[in-house]
């Protein structure tokens, strides 16, 4: 039983959280896409004039900064909803203490997912208006990268619900943020092209959802070429990790 | 005249993997009247809060029922909830947010507008002697404070059912007292209140009617002084209080638990 009332009522309550403690809330969302920007694309940049993919060549900076677009949808999504969840559900009891009201748990959980897929979006399109302002993307598709920003956020944010769910404690979550998230980091194309991979761990990649939706963004603000098996990896992705997650908690809350 | 809680053969049972199945609630019914306090007696692990977490919805039955004027809390949770306060025995106050923030933000997800929360919320950090912490961030509130508050956010949205789950476990007797007052002035206004308890003394006070709870089962529901009557008597009970020392005292419920269960009430054995 999900009411949008409902979600909005919680998505609000969040936004006030993150309102009320707004220098840290600005420091913790912009600060660090900001430094992988300036360590990579400037710093790394220098050394790294070009990048040739499929005949097409464009500058280290633009190509790592649109892979930054993704590393900060990915990094503030899941950590915010595998870190913020678990403590909200397991020390705060804030899940508990709404679902007892008019507001449903399932309400509780979407919200919980939007708000983490939203504060990551915030981040993305602050690495996007800065590439955009710099003239490293095209503006327009900057600007139509956004929902995929969201919808990208959705997955890697149901991804953190589900480790919140399934962790019995909160260090239990480096589990799969090392063994899952770092590796997507560094092997699915945010710093190097794909391409420069073996075959094998090209594939293995290909099946992570980072992969994709760096590809997509690349597509959107630099005009590289669409990989179109990029859809459906993101699709079946999001529709196998929303109601898993939105289960898991589920169970993990009520008896 | 539709009854603000009725409960029906409620019964819950835990199915973990990997473990035998545990049936915590044995199939307990009772109805709560308007203006009247009921009261759960039974030690820890008696089935009290998973009773209680049923009733209000937030676990699923195994079977039997539970409405909130007739509202069925499983089949429209939205609607019977708008009617309830619960105040859980964790303590589950939003740490994110300032006291009075909290007891507003709480009424919002009632659908009570900001301004009239806050006019409520004023007038009930007043009542709980808790106005001079209103911008204080939970944090920095005491363990009696804290309960106290929990409380309070239960009646922001002026509920006509009460839900209170061992609202004054560990707490100093002026704290206990407070929160009694509170209750008997809620009871007065018309609200029908649900309360859990393992306290004898607090049950006695408080509750028109009392169930003894034992291993899931209502072993008997009545009026404290009823119980008394019909399982102990009137004589006075003799006892040993220390070695050599004896005393004489009026029977209370924890002889009629004693009694019915062979246990007692602290802890069970």
Known sequence: MTGWWGVRCVWLRYFDVYRKSFIYSIVTTFVEPLLYLVAFGFGLGGLVKTVQINGASVSYRQFVFAGIVAQTILFQSFFEAAYGAFIRMYYQRVFQAIATTPITLSEVLWAEVIWDASKATFAAMAVLLIGTAMGDFHPVGALIALPLCFVSAFVFASLGVLVAARSRTIEEISYPQYLLIFPMFLFCGIFFPMESLPPALQWAAWVLPLTSVVSLIRTLTLGFPLRLQAFPILAVWLAVLVPWCRRAMSRRLIK | MTSPLSVLDLAKQYNTPGRDPVLAVRGISFEIHEGECFGL????????????????????????????????????????????????????????????????????????????????????????????????????????????????RALVSDPKVLILDEPTTGLDPEVRRILWDVIAEERVKGAAILLS????????????????????????????????????????????????????RPPNLEDVYLKLTGSHLENGK
């Open chain 2, 41 to 152: 007696l039974g030690p820890n692990g008696a089935g009290k809060s998973t009773s209680m977490n049923c009733i209000s919805g937030f676990y699923p039955a195994t079977s039997g029922s539970s409405k909130i004027f007739d509202i069925d809390v499983y089949a429209h949770p939205k609607q019977a909830r708008m009617k309830l306060g619960v105040c859980a025995q964790e303590d589950t106050l939003d740490t994110d947010f300032s006291v009075m923030d909290q007891m507003v933000r709480y009424g919002t997800y009632f659908r009570v507008p900001v301004e009239e929360g806050r006019r409520r919320s004023a007038a009930l950090l007043e009542r709980f002697g808790l106005n001079d912490k209103k911008d204080d961030l939970v944090e920095r509130l005491s363990g009696g404070m804290r309960r106290r508050l929990q409380v309070a």
């Open chain 2, 197 to 248: 308890t393992h306290y004898m003394e607090e049950a006695h006070r408080l509750c028109d009617r009392v169930a003894i709870l034992h291993q899931g089962k209502i072993l008997d529901c009545a009026p404290p002084s009823d119980l008394i009557a019909q399982h102990i008597g009137a004589a006075e009970i003799e006892e040993e209080i220390r070695a050599g020392v004896r005393w004489k």
